[in-house]
């Protein structure tokens, strides 16, 4: 049991600020403020020094977090209470979800309060918050209405981009910022069908003036990733077969972008295969990657997901198209010439290895390590951060109609372990949605009525 204290507020904030968060260990004594604990999780789970695999996810808060900057209670207010979700999943402890709850009220009327004041709401640390708020969606995820409510924290993120215009793209805070949020409204995007804002085209453009060349090729990823949504968000669903020469003529074109991007990334981001010499549980197959840090790891299964979501649509189109043949007018790789069942064969082997790949990231993420007398356990507890940014892929990997039941019951099982170790709520409501076989909300529509009444039940 973890003491609460009676006012939560209780501890002068400014008594958390100036703190080496990296160095100080997760406290349990009963005299340690909960507020403290809070902030220390978060930071060792979010925000990774740059030595560690997580870096690269929340790595710029350090800086605002200093005692030489004025930190506005909204993001104090969302830090600390994605902190108390985290220690009472983890902890298994939920009367810490009541402050946690209370934190999370007055991080949502602050940031309302600082959005009437338009030179107010372009402050990096508000669309921050924005973002922290919509974590706490995604970790305290029980019901439809938990992604609904992630949905409207996603949504206001894109306005407050428009509103901040392209100057923020400027300081390496601001980049950082629409880098984290384009992979969210990417997600998003994908789960509802819809069409990327045109916006993140345009300002994904102008970044990259100021990116390094692993920046560069995630950018580059990006306009391939918008031109598949896109291409998606014309269609009604995936058997819509209205226009299937054009379509699988362009999905083609998009496949043969995507392999062409894989073949042309930088030394950082070259991933090791290691080869496990006995079973274990915690890797699928024979094998599991090991990537310099999570954003590499994300970025190669946002490839893997885009792959999987665009051969699925070329099957589909293809076994259509099988019953009424279509002349290419031309090739648009070395697949389209080929007879239609050595076209879908191509898509369904493509499939297979996309989903193995994704399978197999899931050690590094989940923390684990090569020994000399095999595959060790955690070193030390995986960061959620890691959870975060694997659940969609994972998630993806299993809903393939060509996966097996081996391999979808191994995906649900990690999906457990990240609810379980690092306390992501989502992660058992996805494992619950494999197992009845359903999709997620709104992941069968164009776009999302933000007004209508969700279930509070899968």
Not at 66 to 78: K, Q, R, T, W
Not at 262 to 281: G, L, M
Not at 358 to 382: K, R, T
Not at 423 to 428: D, H, K, L, V, Y
Request: aromatic letters at 10%; charged letters at 20%.
């Amino acid at each position: 049991m973890i003491d609460l204290p009676r006012q939560t507020r209780a501890v002068s904030e400014p008594g958390l600020l100036g703190i080496d968060w990296f160095a100080v260990t997760p406290p349990c004594a009963l005299s340690v403020p909960i507020e403290s604990q809070a902030m220390c999780y978060f930071f060792q789970n979010y925000v990774c020094e740059a030595s560690q695999p997580s870096k690269g996810y929340f790595d710029y808060l350090p800086s605002i977090f200093s005692s030489n900057n004025a930190v506005g209670s909204s993001l104090i207010d969302a830090v600390i209470s994605l902190g108390m979700v985290g220690l009472s999943n983890t902890k298994h402890a939920s009367e810490i979800m009541i402050p946690a709850k209370e934190r999370y009220s007055l991080a949502l009327q602050a940031t309302n309060s600082a959005l009437r004041n338009e030179e107010n709401a372009k402050a990096d640390q508000v669309l921050i918050t924005v973002m922290l708020l919509g974590l706490y969606e995604t970790n305290t995820c029980t019901s439809p209405r938990s992604m609904q409510s992630w949905t409207q924290h996603i949504s206001g993120a894109v306005q407050l981009l428009r509103l901040r215009g392209k100057e923020q793209l400027q300081t390496r805070t601001g980049h950082q910022l629409f880098r984290q949020l384009r992979g969210q409204v990417v997600i998003n995007c994908m789960q509802r069908r819809a069409r990327i804002p045109d916006d993140i085209a345009e300002w994904t453009l102008a970044a990259m003036a100021f990116e390094n060349p692993g920046e560069i090729i995630e950018s580059s990823l990006s306009f391939i990733v918008i031109k598949f949504c896109n291409l998606r968000a014309s269609m009604d669903s995936i058997r819509d077969y209205r226009d299937s020469a054009r379509v699988v003529s362009a999905a083609f074109d998009i496949d043969a972008e995507l392999a062409d991007w894989a073949t042309r990334c930088p030394v950082q981001y070259v991933y090791n295969t290691v080869i496990i010499q006995s079973r274990s549980e915690s890797v699928f197959s024979d094998y599991y990657h090991t990537y310099d840090n999570i954003w590499t790891a994300w970025t190669w299964n946002s490839y893997r997901s885009i792959r999987i979501l665009l051969n699925e649509l070329l099957l589909e189109q293809l076994a259509h198209l099988s019953q009424y043949p279509f002349d290419y007018p031309e090739p648009y790789d070395e697949y389209s010439s080929l007879p239609y069942e050595a076209q879908i064969l191509c898509c369904k082997s493509l499939l297979v290895q996309l989903t193995q790949d994704i399978c197999a990231s899931v050690p590094f993420y989940l923390g684990y390590h090569n020994q000399q007398d095999g595959l060790g356990s955690v070193q030390v507890p995986p960061a959620a951060a890691g959870g975060n940014l694997l659940l969609w892929p994972l998630y993806t990997a299993a809903c393939t109609n060509f996966v097996s039941d081996m391999m979808r019951s191994w995906v649900i099982g990690r999906l457990e372990k990240i609810a379980d170790v690092m306390g992501i709520r989502q992660a058992t409501a996805l494992a619950h949605l494999l197992r009845i076989r359903k999709d997620p909300p709104g992941r069968n529509v164009i776009d999302l009525d933000l007004t209508q009444e969700v279930p509070d039940d899968w």
